[in-house]
């Protein structure tokens, strides 16, 4: 793909320079937008030639009964192989000469040279000291982070060490200048002090690395973040711009080291390994979630309940969310794409089963993501950004938000626009397919993606074929379709844009046309431009860095930011995060192709963009995404997840299995809501938020009375007699439709009903 000022990119743009010489003595070339430091040993010493080492010869072994023969033999070899010697020196190229060293950066006048020489230096000096500070013996640090707490004696020492550093780091840095001066190498100095002037943010790791001291302080972090790696960014630029031919050279040789088949398929394989790595962590995690009974009716009863039905079809029918007109589901959601994985969900059906397509299926999102980046970027570049995409914190929470069908999406939307990039037009028009019956709001974004190909004329024919399906799609289902299904709340979202005493999504699109201003004046608050920086800092800002990428965030503006009634789409820990990430990271991508094609240090400012990109990856990663296992440090949905599973969790889930074991399959129920996912197995399941809805069976735990009608409803079936309790298992219990009702008054006294 290519933007209006990216004309480079047209067409395939896989560069030629990527395939390997079949002359296995000639070097191998760099291509433009290689890994990070490949470019700086471009042009570094020659391979040592086979020649070189001809005086190395092996004797063969003699032959006891004439050794003086074949000594005189020898001395005569001896002589041919010096002539010979020396014609194959007389033949040698002469030696690749040095790589020639960096421009200076600055004037090279003395007392400039000086200057800047002790100001490094001294900064390098007090960022180690720091440093040291922050990591030796370093329980305190948390609480100076937060609260400044430090004893006045300590601070005192860390004020007199950090002097010391800072005044022993200039006079190194000046008594290296003066005898190196006197040599005439003083260029050389500064060359390394440059090269070297990342260091300065040393005390950053000890400091942004500290997950006690942020734990939950987003909105403390998140502007650090942003300071740091635009800094961070600017410091590596100007290492880059300075690396000294020392470095170079040892980077090369490093880099010789490597085998063919690890720079050839490393990438690729450590992708579809971390892709699988994340799918099984996430997996695992999931069901220990789910099996800790944390999991609930909404929403993963709902899309349990659906699929179930599915397989005796049942579509698109849900008695959780609609007990009374399961088939006015379609006026919420239109999820046909969930029957896609009826031949999995039918081996074991089960929630369970969801949560594993889930896992798989976000993490295997990362390979099209990555074979889509390394038409653009080089291979170990791409690598980087997808292991970047894999670590994305809001997609950890959207991962852990239940099962939702926005998160799957994201696997089918880089898929079409890989295939659409590598003119697989079949697989793209399969893929495109497949992501609109995801569900009913996926279409916008695909239409985002086919305008930008048809605008930029990077694939003008495929982006109108795409936008034109996505888009009739769109507004044939969203306004005709589930509007005839019936009404539902989710237009109320909107309430605030509704106009002129009009409601529902048309009121909504009249304010947006006749009142932008006043739209305008609704997105730009402080929650939702928290919620941006949520989703970008991450990456660093790449997709603002070109305004033609801009185009990636009208799928998630349209989605969540013009919601004004409700909550969940504008928190950074639900599914709705995966209305932005696929179109951010694609833009990410191109972002680094633009920057790289800058005509001022193009390839140097792409590779800083890079450090700064994976460097604030990792640090909101480490502090606010799941990987760490950090108990109460990473939210998914609407909680603090708890990555441990003790006996007592264990035991409690073992009593729920062993007390609605006899409840006939094909019996009617209503569960409450943590319990309700464990059954929901079954055509016929109600949520207590809502009542029983005459359902034969009612299973009910004394923790899950709070939500909505629960309580009320279940005391009303008590006292009127309806229900008479069965069995009765910690803080669990089961009700029968017209059973003995000699224990209801004890149950509604013990769970103060």
């Given at each position: 793909?290519?933007?209006?000022?990216?004309?480079?990119?047209?067409?395939?743009?896989?560069?030629?320079?990527?395939?390997?010489?079949?002359?296995?003595?000639?070097?191998?070339?760099?291509?433009?937008?290689?890994?990070?430091?490949?470019?700086?040993?471009?042009?570094?010493?020659?391979?040592?030639?086979?020649?070189?080492?001809?005086?190395?010869?092996?004797?063969?072994?003699?032959?006891?009964?004439?050794?003086?023969?074949?000594?005189?033999?020898?001395?005569?070899?001896?002589?041919?192989?010096?002539?010979?010697?020396?014609?194959?020196?007389?033949?040698?190229?002469?030696?690749?000469?040095?790589?020639?060293?960096?421009?200076?950066?600055?004037?090279?006048?003395?007392?400039?040279?000086?200057?800047?020489?002790?100001?490094?230096?001294?900064?390098?000096?007090?960022?180690?000291?720091?440093?040291?500070?922050?990591?030796?013996?370093?329980?305190?640090?948390?609480?100076?982070?937060?609260?400044?707490?430090?004893?006045?004696?300590?601070?005192?020492?860390?004020?007199?060490?950090?002097?010391?550093?800072?005044?022993?780091?200039?006079?190194?840095?000046?008594?290296?200048?003066?005898?190196?001066?006197?040599?005439?190498?003083?260029?050389?100095?500064?060359?390394?002090?440059?090269?070297?002037?990342?260091?300065?943010?040393?005390?950053?790791?000890p400091v942004l690395f500290r997950a006690?001291?942020?734990?939950?302080?987003?909105?403390?972090?998140?502007?650090?973040?942003?300071?740091?790696?635009?800094?961070?960014?600017?410091?590596?630029?100007?290492?880059?711009?300075?690396?000294?031919?020392q470095a170079r050279e040892f980077w090369k040789q490093t880099l010789q080291q490597v085998p063919a088949v690890v720079k050839q398929r490393g990438p690729l394989v450590l992708v579809v390994a971390s892709a699988l790595g994340y799918a099984a962590f996430f997996t695992f995690f999931l069901l220990r979630w789910h099996y800790k009974l944390r999991t609930g009716n909404f929403d993963l009863s709902i899309n349990n309940n659906l699929m179930f039905g599915g397989l005796h079809g049942d579509f698109l029918k849900s008695p959780v969310a609609f007990p009374d007109d399961p088939g006015k589901y379609l006026a919420a959601h239109a999820k046909f794409g969930l029957y896609l994985f009826l031949p999995i969900y039918?081996?074991?059906?089960?929630?369970?089963?969801?949560?594993?397509?889930?896992?798989?299926?976000?993490?295997?999102?990362?390979?099209?993501?990555?074979?889509?980046?390394?038409?653009?970027?080089?291979?170990?570049?791409?690598?980087?950004?997808?292991l970047a995409y894999l670590a994305y914190y809001p997609m950890h929470g959207a991962t852990f938000s239940e099962f939702q069908n926005v998160p799957i999406a994201a696997f089918f939307v880089f898929s079409v626009v890989w295939a659409a990039d590598a003119k697989r037009w079949v697989l793209m028009g399969i893929f495109a397919v497949m992501a609109c019956l995801m569900r009913e709001d996926v279409p916008v974004g695909l239409s985002v993606i086919g305008v930008f190909l048809l605008a930029s004329g990077y694939r003008p024919t495929a982006g109108l074929v795409l936008a034109a399906f996505s888009t009739s799609y769109f507004l044939l289902l969203r306004f005709y379709v589930m509007e005839e299904a019936g009404d539902w709340w989710f237009p109320t979202m909107y309430k605030e844009f509704w106009a002129d005493g009009e409601r529902g999504f048309r009121s909504v699109i009249k304010t947006l046309l006749t009142n932008p201003l006043f739209v305008l004046s609704k997105l730009a608050i402080e929650k939702k431009l928290i919620y941006l920086a949520h989703l970008l800092t991450p990456l660093a800002f790449l997709p603002l860095r070109r305004w033609y990428l801009w185009l990636s965030l009208i799928p998630g503006a349209l989605l969540t930011l013009l919601v004004?009634?409700?909550?969940?789409?504008?928190?950074?820990?639900?599914?709705?995060?995966?209305?932005?990430?696929?179109?951010?990271?694609?833009?990410?991508?191109?972002?680094?192709?633009?920057?790289?094609?800058?005509?001022?240090?193009?390839?140097?400012?792409?590779?800083?963009?890079?450090?700064?990109?994976?460097?604030?990856?990792?640090?909101?990663?480490?502090?606010?995404?799941?990987?760490?296992?950090?108990?109460?440090?990473?939210?998914?949905?609407?909680?603090?997840?708890?990555?441990?599973?003790?006996?007592?969790?264990?035991?409690?889930?073992?009593?729920?299995?062993?007390?609605?074991?006899?409840?006939?399959?094909?019996?009617?129920?209503?569960?409450?809501?943590?319990?309700?996912?464990?059954?929901?197995?079954?055509?016929?399941?109600?949520?207590?938020?809502?009542?029983?809805?005459?359902?034969?069976?009612?299973?009910?735990?004394?923790?899950?009375?709070?939500?909505?009608?629960?309580?009320?409803?279940?005391?009303?079936?008590?006292?009127?007699?309806?229900?008479?309790?069965?069995?009765r298992s910690g803080d669990f219990a089961i009700f029968k439709r017209g059973y003995s009702t000699d224990g209801n008054e004890k149950l509604i006294k013990d769970w103060s009903l």
């Open positions: 793909m290519a933007g209006p000022e990216d004309e480079g990119t047209q067409g395939d743009s896989k560069d030629s320079s990527r395939g390997t010489s079949k002359d296995p003595a000639a070097p191998e070339p760099a291509p433009s937008d290689a890994p990070a430091l490949a470019p700086l040993v471009a042009s570094g010493a020659g391979a040592e030639s086979p020649a070189a080492n001809s005086d190395l010869v092996t004797p063969d072994p003699l032959d006891d009964s004439g050794e003086d023969d074949a000594d005189d033999e020898e001395d005569e070899e001896d002589e041919d192989e010096d002539e010979d010697d020396r014609a194959s020196e007389a033949e040698l190229p002469p030696p690749t000469p040095a790589a020639p060293e960096p421009e200076p950066l600055f004037d090279q006048h003395p007392w400039a040279v000086t200057a800047r020489v002790a100001l490094v230096s001294a900064l390098l000096g007090v960022a180690l000291s720091a440093w040291l500070q922050l990591s030796i013996k370093s329980s305190w640090v948390p609480d100076f982070l937060i609260s400044n707490v430090r004893g006045l004696a300590e601070r005192k020492l860390m004020m007199v060490l950090l002097g010391a550093g800072l005044v022993a780091g200039g006079l190194v840095g000046l008594g290296l200048l003066t005898w190196l001066r006197k040599r005439g190498r003083e260029a050389e100095l500064e060359r390394w002090l440059w090269f070297l002037v990342p260091g300065v943010l040393l005390p950053c790791l006690k001291a942020w734990q939950g302080r987003y909105e403390a972090l998140l502007p650090i973040v942003i300071l740091m790696s635009l800094l961070f960014e600017a410091l590596v630029l100007l290492s880059l711009r300075s690396v000294p031919s039918a081996l074991v059906p089960r929630p369970e089963t969801l949560l594993v397509i889930q896992s798989v299926l976000i993490g295997g999102s990362a390979v099209p993501l990555f074979l889509f980046a390394r038409r653009h970027l080089a291979e170990w570049s791409a690598a980087a950004l997808t004004t009634n409700y909550d969940p789409p504008i928190q950074f820990s639900f599914h709705y995060t995966m209305h932005w990430a696929p179109y951010l990271f694609m833009a990410a991508v191109l972002a680094l192709v633009a920057i790289g094609k800058s005509p001022d240090l193009g390839p140097q400012r792409r590779r800083a963009a890079l450090f700064a990109f994976c460097g604030a990856s990792a640090v909101l990663s480490f502090n606010f995404g799941a990987f760490a296992m950090r108990e109460g440090g990473f939210k998914g949905g609407f909680h603090k997840v708890e990555f441990t599973y003790t006996q007592a969790e264990a035991d409690r889930y073992q009593r729920l299995i062993e007390l609605v074991k006899d409840i006939p399959q094909d019996a009617t129920l209503a569960a409450t809501e943590k319990v309700g996912p464990h059954l929901s197995s079954r055509r016929i399941l109600h949520t207590m938020r809502t009542g029983p809805h005459g359902a034969e069976w009612i299973v009910a735990s004394s923790r899950e009375l709070k939500l909505s009608k629960t309580k009320p409803s279940l005391r009303a079936v008590l006292e009127k007699k309806q229900y008479g309790v069965v069995k």
